[in-house]
């Protein structure tokens, strides 16, 4: 029988709320709520799937072994489907999964990663491919960045800065850069919220 106080515990260690919990073994927040209170008998997949989240192993659960929970070794940041405007990043739901990038980035701001939707980026970036984006409304001529054009979902361009504008530009030769006068930036408006610092292909 699994050790209902040892499924809060090792929550709370890694922050997670239960909402993101429940995401992230795919059931209901209301499942976790009587996991952890001990209402019901967990299915054997959900201990492992449990397990393997809250990096700890299914005997410590289980209340066979002492052993503490395992340290971990990232920070684990959501990976969003979409990103609208007006919406800060921590308060998008649209959260598929959960990626983890080194635990000394905490100190170089706030990233979350993105899937990538299209081909407009390819062959780098492809249809399906998960972007670790770290979060800046500034960007330098060549970085790749996720904007968002006329409150429209995130897209992932390069970055190039004219006099008279800006250019959100495609690898993709089939697609034209995309250009906006100064004028257009604001009133559109064009908003960089990333700049993408590392690329996670699922083969």
């Not at 799937?49 to 072994?65: H, I, P």
């Not at 899937?115 to 984006?133: E, F, L, Y």
């Not at 960045?145 to 979902?153: K, S």
Request: with cysteine; aromatic share 6%.
């Amino acid at each position: 029988m699994i050790t209902p106080a040892r499924i809060k515990s090792a929550r709370e260690d890694l922050k997670l709320t239960k909402r993101e919990l429940a995401k992230r073994i795919g059931v209901h927040e209301s499942s976790i709520n009587k996991y952890e209170k001990g209402l019901v008998d967990i299915p054997l997949s959900k201990i492992s799937e449990l397990a393997r989240v809250l990096k700890v192993t299914e005997a410590y659960l289980m209340g066979w072994e002492e052993k503490t929970p395992q340290t971990q070794q990232g920070l684990q940041i959501p990976v969003l489907g979409t990103v609208a405007a007006g919406i800060p990043i921590s308060a998008v739901e649209d959260i598929l999964d959960y990626e983890e990038v080194p635990l000394s980035w905490k100190s170089q701001g706030e990233f979350f990663g993105l899937r990538i939707k299209g081909d407009s980026m390819k062959p780098d970036i492809n249809d399906g491919d998960t972007v670790i984006v770290r979060q800046q409304s500034t960007a330098n001529n060549g970085d790749v960045v996720i904007a968002l054009v006329n409150g429209d979902d995130a897209t992932c361009k390069k970055f190039e800065k004219l006099d008279n504008g800006i250019m959100l530009i495609s690898n993709n030769s089939e697609y034209s850069p995309m250009y906006f006068s100064n004028e257009e930036v604001v009133t559109k408006p064009v908003v960089v919220i990333g700049r993408v610092v590392e690329l996670r292909r699922k083969f």
